[in-house]
């Protein structure tokens, strides 16, 4: 069983940046990929980025492509959601997961965490 925790959500202002972290309890981490998704109340939960075991292959989803950026510490056993010139429409709860390879359908990833609450004012 893998064991997902993400932290570093919270309140901010359009354009302000925040970095989530999602602590994992997989042994060996590097077994896994890692995703970042989101979801609002109503709609369905939406791909946001996706990193591979070793790091060196990262997938964004085209609204936020160039604004955030994923990456993961395998030392750690931690990966990074950097999100920097966040709007309105970013708000959501963001959670983590993890899978056998780096894809951007949440039916492919089989541990979640629960999430974190990223809200964005105007």
């Known amino acids: 069983q893998v064991h997902l925790v993400e932290s570093g959500g919270g309140l901010v202002q359009a354009g302000a940046s925040l970095r989530l972290s999602c602590a994992a309890s997989?042994?060996?981490?590097?077994?896994?990929?890692m995703a970042w998704f989101r979801q609002t109340p109503g709609k369905e939960r939406e791909f946001v980025a996706t990193?591979?075991?070793?790091?060196?292959?990262?997938l964004y989803a085209d609204s936020v492509k160039g604004r955030f950026t994923i990456s993961r510490d395998n030392a750690k056993n931690t990966v990074y959601l950097q999100m920097n010139s966040l709007k309105p429409e970013d708000t959501a709860v963001y959670t983590c997961?993890?899978?056998?390879?780096?894809?951007?359908?949440?039916?492919?990833?089989?541990?979640w965490g629960q999430g974190t609450q990223v809200t964005v004012s105007s």
């Open positions: 997961a993890g899978g056998v390879s780096a894809q951007t359908m949440a039916e492919m990833y089989a541990y």
């Open positions: 997989a042994r060996p981490f590097t077994a896994y990929a």
């Open positions: 990193i591979n075991q070793g790091g060196g292959s990262t």
